[in-house]
C-alpha cells in the first residue's frame, strides 16, 4: 500500500528547500505580489481519500487551468460542434502566440491555448443568460463549495495589460469566428481566469476528469467519451510549448496555469494538485513540474 501523505510530505519538504525557485510571472502586475515561498500539494484518489502537505488549503490565481472548465462546460453543452470552432492539435508555440492564428484562418490550434479558450468564452457568452454566474456556479457545484470566486483585481489587472489576447481576439473576429464584441468576450474569460482556489478545491474540480465525468457526490458532468477527448487535449496541449516535457517527465494529463498551480491525473486512480508561484522559462511552475515527476517516479503511477 503507497503511503501518499508521507510521499506528499518529502516532496514539500525538498520543494521548501530549493533555492532555484523559477520567477513569479509579472506581466499581469497584480500576479507579480505572491510570495515565491509558497508549496502547496494535495492528491485525492478515486475513493475521496485527501492527502495534502505544505500551502494546500491556500487560494492562487489559477489563471490557464481555467481552460479546462471552460472547455468542459461547453463541449457538454453543444458536444462536436465545438470541433467547427477550435481544433484538437498542439500548437507548439507559447500560449499567448499569434502567427498559428493567421495561417489557420482564425480556427485556433486547440482550446487550452488563450485563442482557443477565447472562442470558448465567445460560445459560452453565446449560449448562457449569465455567462459570468452561470460559468462560477458549474466550478462550485462540481467542487461542492460555494467559497469559490473570482479576483476582480487580478480581472483588472489584467483588462488593462492583456494586450496579446485583445490582438488575438481582433484577429479571430477579423475571420469570423468570433460572434460577440471582443469587450465582452475578453470581460469574461479575463474574469474566468481570476478564479481562486486552493490545491485542495482544485483537485476536487478535476476529480471529474479523472472519475468518467462524475464529481465526489457522484452527479455526472461528461459522457465518458467527452472525459477521454479533454484528457487527451490536456496531455498533449496542457502545458504551453512543454506538454511533450511533461509527458517524458511526469506522464499525466494535466494543465498549468501563470499563477503557479499544476493539476494532473490519472484516470480511476488520482488527481493531483500543487502550487508553487515560480515558473520555468516555458511558464509553468519550475518546482510543481519537479514535485510531480518526484510522484510519478517514486510512486510508479503514470499513464504509461
Ligand atoms: N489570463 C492569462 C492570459 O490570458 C492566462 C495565461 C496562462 O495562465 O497561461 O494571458
Redesign the pocket.
Known amino acids: 500500500m503507497l503511503d501518499f501523505q508521507s510521499i506528499l510530505n518529502t516532496i514539500s519538504k525538498v520543494a521548501k528547500e530549493q533555492s532555484d525557485k523559477g520567477s513569479v510571472a509579472n506581466y499581469?502586475p497584480e500576479l507579480s505580489n505572491i510570495d515565491p515561498n509558497k508549496f502547496g500539494i494535495a492528491l485525492l484518489d478515486k475513493n475521496g481519500s485527501l492527502y495534502q502537505a505544505g500551502d494546500s488549503n491556500e487560494s492562487f490565481s489559477v489563471?490557464?487551468i481555467t481552460k479546462v472548465l471552460l472547455l468542459s462546460m461547453v463541449f457538454s453543452m453543444i458536444g462536436d460542434d465545438l470541433w467547427n470552432r477550435v481544433g484538437v492539435e498542439p500548437s507548439g508555440d507559447p500560449?499567448?502566440h499569434l502567427s498559428l492564428l493567421e495561417m489557420e484562418n482564425g480556427i485556433p490550434r486547440n482550446p487550452l491555448i488563450?485563442a482557443g479558450a477565447i472562442v470558448v468564452s465567445d460560445i459560452l457568452i453565446s449560449k448562457l443568460e449569465n455567462p459570468k454566474l452561470e460559468f462560477l456556479e458549474y466550478v462550485q457545484r462540481i467542487t461542492g463549495d460555494k467559497s469559490i470566486d473570482y479576483d476582480l483585481k487580478v480581472a483588472t489587472s489584467?483588462k488593462k495589460t492583456?494586450f496579446r489576447?485583445y490582438a488575438a481576439a481582433y484577429l479571430i473576429k477579423s475571420f469570423g469566428n468570433l460572434q460577440n464584441q471582443v469587450e465582452d468576450v475578453l470581460d469574461f474569460y479575463?474574469l474566468s481566469?481570476s478564479l481562486r482556489m486552493s490545491c485542495e478545491q482544485l483537485v476536487k474540480v478535476f476529480y471529474i476528469f479523472m472519475n468518467r465525468g462524475n464529481c465526489l457526490n457522484n452527479n455526472n458532468y461528461l459522457a465518458l467519451s467527452q472525459v477521454k477527448r479533454i484528457n487527451a487535449i490536456m496531455l498533449t496541449c496542457g502545458f504551453y510549448d512543454e506538454a511533450g516535457e511533461f509527458a517524458f517527465e511526469v506522464g499525466l494529463p494535466g494543465k498549468s496555469?501563470?499563477?503557479g498551480g499544476i493539476v494532473a491525473l490519472l484516470p480511476n486512480k488520482f488527481c493531483v494538485a500543487t502550487w508553487s508561484p515560480g515558473l520555468n522559462e516555458k511558464?509553468n511552475s519550475k518546482l510543481g513540474m519537479l514535485a510531480l515527476e518526484q510522484l510519478t517516479t517514486e510512486t510508479g503511477l503514470s499513464i504509461f
Open positions: 499581469i489563471q490557464s500560449f499567448n488563450n489584467e492583456g489576447n479575463f481566469c496555469g501563470v499563477g511558464g
